[in-house]
């Protein structure tokens, strides 16, 4: 029985990798774990921060692990966890987290844990086929978040008839109509090829990763992360309620730093007059909807390849135009094509972090997701003012 269940998760890995895509990364998710937990900084705030997993993944007790999915999700479930469950990802918290595929080896090792934390909207692309295949219970932590469209958001200003080349390229993106990154909905949307971009939506799944109905970056709204904190809070205090109380601290610790940043934030950009900033990868729009502002993608919601010349010259004009000071670039990745766009402006390339992955020293230092927010938060800020 086990193993006809091993050869299941066989045949499903090689499925999944048989796709094929750069994400492959190091399996290194278990070690991963032990990186983090590394020399455990004491929290000058006081109660909350997870400083005894060492002590607890040395018992090594197989009911004791949770999983979450990737680095906010990750981070977020070992400041609630503390040190009731040893927390570990499921990815390589290190590599960009779109597109990866998990191995044999870490779908066994997943099947064995109770449970695993997942952002949901669509950004774990591996987890509705592996989810059949494991016993596993997949907790989808944006649950009660109202999820942007993927196409929806966004208006295309190209010609008919060359969609579908300029969709793959990224070329979806109409900077000139400043509502509309805030339409949720298909309906909202004025243009009149909507079958036209069901048609791509479908050719893209074909062609790249799938792409997914949703914009998946919900956590990188520090409301949605509060939210999203919830969740992990009430389904630990469901499986351990002796601790229930442990964890409803640990998560109003965060809900409190999150809800003094979004004040804080709020206020600010309410202040400036200039709401657009470019960004390496589509990953902003829940952020953008929040404070009332405007990302100008130089990629689409997945990609974080080179950008298509075409867009490249948009954005370029518009950021003239708009007199845009800073290029952001992915903070970990390339930083050359932010710094070619920004000297053609006149502007500087700085970095931003889509919190999908984290730096060694990141995770050394056991970086929050609050931290990574408020960084993030206070760059664009700064590019703004
Ligand atoms: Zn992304």
Same mark, same amino acid.
């Given at each position: 029985?086990?193993n006809?269940?091993?050869?299941t998760l066989?045949?499903?890995? *090689?499925?999944?990798t048989?796709?094929g895509?750069n994400?492959q990364?190091?399996p290194?998710?278990?070690?991963?774990?032990?990186?983090?937990s590394g020399p455990?900084?004491?929290?000058s705030?006081? =109660?909350?921060?997870p400083?005894?997993?060492k002590?607890?993944?040395?018992e090594?007790e197989?009911?004791?692990v949770?999983?979450?999915s990737?680095?906010?999700i990750?981070n977020?479930t070992?400041?609630?966890a503390?040190?009731?469950f040893?927390v570990k990802s499921?990815?390589? *918290?290190?590599?960009?987290?779109?597109?990866?595929?998990?191995?044999?080896?870490?779908i066994a090792?997943l099947?064995e844990?109770g449970l695993i934390?997942?952002?949901?909207?669509?950004?774990?692309?591996?987890?509705?086929?592996?989810e059949e295949n494991?016993?596993?219970?997949?907790v989808?932590?944006?649950?009660?978040?109202?999820y942007?469209?993927?196409?929806?958001?966004h208006?295309?200003d190209?010609e008919?008839?060359?969609?579908?080349h300029?969709h793959e390229?990224g070329e979806d @993106?109409?900077?000139? @109509?400043?509502?509309?990154?805030?339409?949720?909905?298909?309906?909202?949307?004025d @243009?009149?090829?909507?079958?036209?971009e069901?048609?791509?939506?479908?050719e893209e799944?074909h062609?790249?990763h799938? @792409?997914?109905e949703?914009d998946p970056?919900?956590?990188?709204?520090?409301e949605?992360?509060k939210e999203?904190?919830? =969740?992990?809070?009430?389904?630990?205090?469901?499986i %351990?309620?002796a601790?229930?109380d &442990?964890f409803q601290a640990?998560y109003?610790k965060?809900?409190?730093e999150?809800d003094?940043i979004?004040n804080e934030?709020?206020?600010?950009f309410?202040?400036v007059?200039?709401?657009?900033f470019i =960004?390496?990868?589509?990953a902003f729009g &829940?952020?953008?909807?929040?404070? %009332?502002?405007?990302?100008i993608?130089?990629n689409n919601?997945?990609?974080?390849g080179?950008t298509?010349?075409k867009v490249?010259?948009?954005?370029t004009?518009l950021?003239k135009e708009?007199?845009?000071?800073v290029?952001? &670039?992915?903070?970990?990745?390339?930083d050359?094509?932010a710094k070619?766009?920004a000297?053609?402006?006149?502007?500087?390339?700085e970095?931003?972090?889509?919190?999908?992955?984290?730096?060694d020293?990141?995770l050394?230092n056991?970086?929050?997701y609050?931290? *990574?927010?408020?960084e993030?938060?206070?760059?664009?800020?700064?590019?703004?003012?």
């Amino acid at each position: 029985m086990k193993n006809k269940k091993i050869i299941t998760l066989l045949a499903l890995s *090689l499925a999944l990798t048989a796709c094929g895509n750069n994400n492959q990364g190091e399996p290194a998710n278990i070690e991963n774990t032990e990186v983090t937990s590394g020399p455990s900084t004491e929290d000058s705030e006081g =109660v909350v921060r997870p400083s005894t997993e060492k002590e607890k993944s040395e018992e090594n007790e197989e009911s004791s692990v949770v999983y979450a999915s990737f680095y906010p999700i990750y981070n977020l479930t070992k400041q609630i966890a503390g040190d009731k469950f040893e927390v570990k990802s499921f990815t390589n *918290l290190k590599t960009e987290s779109h597109g990866f595929e998990p191995s044999a080896k870490e779908i066994a090792d997943l099947s064995e844990a109770g449970l695993i934390f997942i952002n949901g909207a669509g950004m774990e692309e591996w987890a509705e086929d592996v989810e059949e295949n494991v016993e596993t219970d997949f907790v989808n932590t944006s649950e009660n978040i109202e999820y942007i469209k993927a196409e929806g958001g966004h208006v295309h200003d190209h010609e008919e008839g060359e969609e579908d080349h300029e969709h793959e390229e990224g070329e979806d @993106h109409d900077h000139e @109509h400043e509502e509309d990154h805030e339409h949720e909905d298909v309906e909202d949307n004025d @243009h009149e090829h909507e079958d036209v971009e069901e048609h791509d939506r479908e050719e893209e799944g074909h062609h790249h990763h799938n @792409h997914g109905e949703f914009d998946p970056h919900t956590w990188l709204d520090p409301e949605n992360g509060k939210e999203q904190a919830k =969740v992990i809070a009430d389904k630990l205090s469901e499986i %351990d309620p002796a601790n229930k109380d &442990y964890f409803q601290a640990n998560y109003q610790k965060i809900a409190d730093e999150l809800d003094a940043i979004v004040n804080e934030y709020s206020e600010k950009f309410s202040s400036v007059e200039n709401k657009k900033f470019i =960004v390496p990868h589509e990953a902003f729009g &829940y952020l953008a909807k929040r404070f %009332d502002l405007e990302q100008i993608p130089l990629n689409n919601l997945t990609s974080t390849g080179e950008t298509d010349a075409k867009v490249l010259k948009e954005v370029t004009d518009l950021a003239k135009e708009e007199k845009l000071k800073v290029v952001f &670039y992915e903070k970990g990745g390339s930083d050359e094509e932010a710094k070619t766009l920004a000297n053609e402006i006149g502007a500087t390339a700085e970095p931003i972090s889509t919190i999908e992955f984290a730096s060694d020293e990141e995770l050394e230092n056991e970086v929050t997701y609050q931290e *990574l927010i408020k960084e993030n938060l206070e760059a664009i800020y700064n590019s703004l003012a």
